[in-house]
């Protein structure tokens, strides 16, 4: 038997005397020929191209939609504006244009002296504790008689 150390083993002696095999030429894959190259380059460009051309088409389909959304949005504020924002800002200027400078300057004062008178007499004016039927401090809030005039009063 043979020891493992030996020089005389049969794989190594068949290890020692192989030599490589030689391929035959081939062009690898990776290696083209210059034809071929010009071809493969022609071939993506096309690819390329038609690429671009897609998302130049997407791009002008997206903003043509956002001007379609924002058109959208300014006819719709327009609408708007005309039905809904004019009204009521003339039923405003007609109410505050019925009332005379001197009727509202007249109301303040009667609300001021009311505060005052009770404000003398307790000598406190708290939101949380009061007596309505002395002073409250939220009729200006609730009583809103002083604003309407004679057409919008309700039949009796």
Request: aromatic share 10%; glycine share 2%; charged share 30%.
């Amino acid at each position: 038997m043979h020891s493992v150390s030996s020089s005389e083993t049969p794989w190594l002696k068949i290890m020692t005397h192989l030599r490589p095999v030689k391929e035959p030429d081939q062009p690898r894959p990776w290696q083209v020929t210059p034809d071929q190259s010009r071809d493969i380059i022609a071939s993506v460009q096309c690819i390329l191209d038609r690429e671009n051309c897609f998302v130049r088409e997407v791009d002008r389909y997206l903003r043509h939609n956002d001007f379609l959304n924002l058109r959208k949005k300014e006819i719709v504020y327009k609408e708007w504006l005309k039905d809904v924002l004019e009204p009521v800002l003339q039923k405003i200027e007609d109410e505050m244009g019925s009332q005379s400078i001197e009727e509202m300057q007249k109301r303040k004062q009667e609300q001021l002296s009311q505060y005052l008178n009770y404000c003398n007499k307790k000598g406190y004016v708290f939101l949380d504790y009061f007596d309505p039927s002395e002073y409250d401090p939220f009729s200006q809030k609730t009583c809103t008689d002083c604003w309407k005039n004679e057409s919008h009063q309700s039949p009796q």
